[in-house]
């Protein structure tokens, strides 16, 4: 995936691929640099958010689909009416979630 975006290229050292970042990964990691750094905080502090234990697979799977949508959507620039239409989206899952019995 970041190959196919251009974030990042694969070198082959005899046996070993080794991926190493291009100057198109090096602008987007320090676009989101904070957020990078707040996800690095969390996992350096063992924190492994994911679902709660107990959640049926079904709806583990349709968070995974969720947050792929999302991270695939926000590798690509975006506009404000974008940001906008993404926000609404999750608003509207997000109620409508809450109205499940």
């Given at each position: 995936?970041?190959?196919?975006?251009?974030?990042?290229?694969?070198?082959?050292?005899?046996?070993?691929?080794?991926?190493?970042?291009?100057?198109?990964g090096e602008a987007q990691l320090a676009a989101r640099r904070s957020g990078v750094d707040l996800l690095l905080a969390r996992l350096a502090a063992g924190d492994r958010?994911?679902?709660?234990?107990?959640?049926?697979?079904?709806?583990?799977?349709?968070?995974?689909?969720?947050?792929?949508?999302?991270?695939?959507?926000?590798?690509?620039?975006?506009?404000?009416?974008?940001?906008?239409?993404?926000?609404?989206?999750?608003?509207?899952?997000?109620?409508?979630?809450?109205?499940?019995?």
């Open positions: 995936a970041l190959e196919d975006m251009g974030h990042a290229m694969a070198e082959t050292d005899g046996a070993r691929r080794r991926y190493r970042i291009t100057p198109e958010r994911g679902p709660p234990p107990g959640t049926p697979e079904a709806v583990s799977r349709g968070m995974e689909r969720i947050k792929l949508a999302l991270r695939e959507r926000l590798a690509r620039a975006l506009d404000p009416a974008g940001e906008a239409a993404i926000e609404a989206v999750l608003d509207e899952a997000a109620a409508a979630i809450g109205r499940v019995p």
